[in-house]
């Protein structure tokens, strides 16, 4: 197929030196179309690439065409774009979703693009105990205060990252069944939110992650994710009495219902198992997520996802995610992933989601990676490639720590984009 786009394009390049390139039509524009012959086809690749040559000028409703990641400039990423569109790898340009500005679809029906850090934990799976809360939420305000100063909109937060403290279990090992919260933890996350929502900020809820399946932990709730019964006990006990206090809060961004849980799915159905605990079959991980997903839309109006381990996941290699009743989506990126998947370069369109996606997960220092850039700049060219927000770890992850590499980068990008960084 290439070989024939590349062929065609060349025939075609001979005719178009005859054609002039200001083409324009009546009516609305139709991304891609550039010589307005209701088909987006080779001559459409070839005249966006005379453009970027030099030897013709696009104008008028060919220049809005030809700009299919509608970002205001036709660029090598447009004939990137077209190029993929026929070559059959994607279905739609990234332009399509960005009518009223990129973003996730937020409770309020508007867009929203979440541009911040993680806060991952302070206390593993005791953040929200009332012992100590009076220190440890100081510390919490004092920290929102900086990120708001900062530009921080988002934060996303781990709730119950190994099932193990919070919530309360019958029992230690599998099978037990989950009884109820520690005592004022749901009015401590709602003292959390009204603070954040305070600052301009919104928190992203983690529920849990791969780590409730590590073997070196003394209690042992993984059958959340192939019990039915376990996770029953689990969303009625410890779920339902977050969301009805959280369900509608404004200091909400979204529900995250596991992260990364790729490295606990089983190798035969494309899992990556760390090897320090238990997996599961495919099947399983996926009725987990969307069971979950079904009931937290029960009572929560915010929306929902989960934070996949790299993009690889998220249909840039393989599909395991669609159809689960998410969203959005969220995928993670550290520099180990950039040669094979980097958003810079790839259009958020050519994953073919059906939603939204962010990248719930970024590197902390991108200036000193392979990308070489800073976040305003990576931003920008995600932005302009159809993503949808984008979190930095880490805010509190020691040698993880994203604090020294933020600067204006989020204010600068967040005041170009106030429609929908907010």
């Keep these: ?10 025939a075609v390049l001979i005719i178009l030196t005859a054609i002039p390139s200001s083409v324009s039509a009546a009516g609305t524009v139709k ?15 070839a005249a966006v690439k005379q453009h970027l040559l030099g030897t013709s000028v696009l104008t008028g409703n060919a220049y809005i065409a030809a700009d299919v990641n509608a970002n205001g400039e036709v660029e090598a990423l447009d004939f990137a774009e077209i190029k993929q569109y026929l070559l059959g790898k994607i279905t739609r340009f990234s332009g399509e979703q960005q009518q009223t500005g990129i973003g996730i679809t937020w409770m309020d029906g508007k867009k929203l693009y979440p541009v911040g850090v993680n ?18 939420f100081a510390r919490i305000k004092s920290d929102i205060d900086t990120m708001s100063t900062k530009g921080v909109r988002a934060l996303r937060w781990w709730v119950f990252p190994d099932l193990a403290y919070g919530p309360i279990w019958s029992g230690a090992n599998e099978g037990s069944l989950c009884t109820g919260l520690p005592d004022k933890w749901v009015d401590h996350m709602k003292e959390t939110c009204d603070y954040a929502l305070s600052k301009n900020v919104k928190i992203y809820w983690t529920i849990t992650s791969f780590d409730c399946a590590r073997n070196d932990d003394s209690v042992d709730h993984d059958d959340i994710i192939d019990n039915p019964v376990v996770l029953q006990s689990f969303l009625d006990n410890a779920m339902k009495p977050i969301l009805q206090k959280l369900g509608d809060h404004q200091g909400v961004m979204g529900w995250d219902i596991i992260n990364e849980p790729e490295w606990i799915v089983n190798k035969a159905d494309n899992g990556e198992p760390n090897g320090k605990g238990e997996s599961f079959p495919l099947s399983a991980m996926r009725n987990y997520i969307k069971t979950t997903c079904a009931y937290i839309h029960q009572y929560a109006k915010q929306p929902v996802s989960f934070g996949s381990a790299n993009m690889k996941w998220l249909g840039a290699q393989y599909d395991l995610w669609d159809d689960l009743g998410l969203d959005f989506y969220d995928f993670h990126w550290y520099d180990w992933a950039t040669p094979y998947f980097n958003p810079t370069t790839t259009p958020a369109s050519s994953l073919n989601l059906d939603k939204p996606v962010i990248i719930g997960e970024m590197m902390p220092d991108a200036k000193s990676s392979s990308l070489g850039m800073t976040h305003k700049q990576v931003l920008d060219a995600i932005y302009k490639n159809g993503y949808a927000g984008y979190l930095l770890w880490s805010w509190n992850d020691g040698a ?3 604090k020294p590499y933020i600067g204006n980068d989020f204010i600068d990008f967040g ?4 429609d929908v960084v907010r």
């Design 1 to 10: 197929m290439k070989k024939c786009i590349g062929l065609v394009l060349s």
């Design 31 to 45: 991304l891609g179309d550039v010589d307005n012959d209701n088909q987006v086809s080779a001559l459409d690749l």
């Design 119 to 136: 806060y991952a934990w302070y206390n593993w799976s005791y953040e929200f105990s009332d012992n100590n809360w009076a220190s440890n």
């Design 400 to 402: 993880y720590d994203c």
């Design 415 to 418: 005041r170009e984009h106030s």
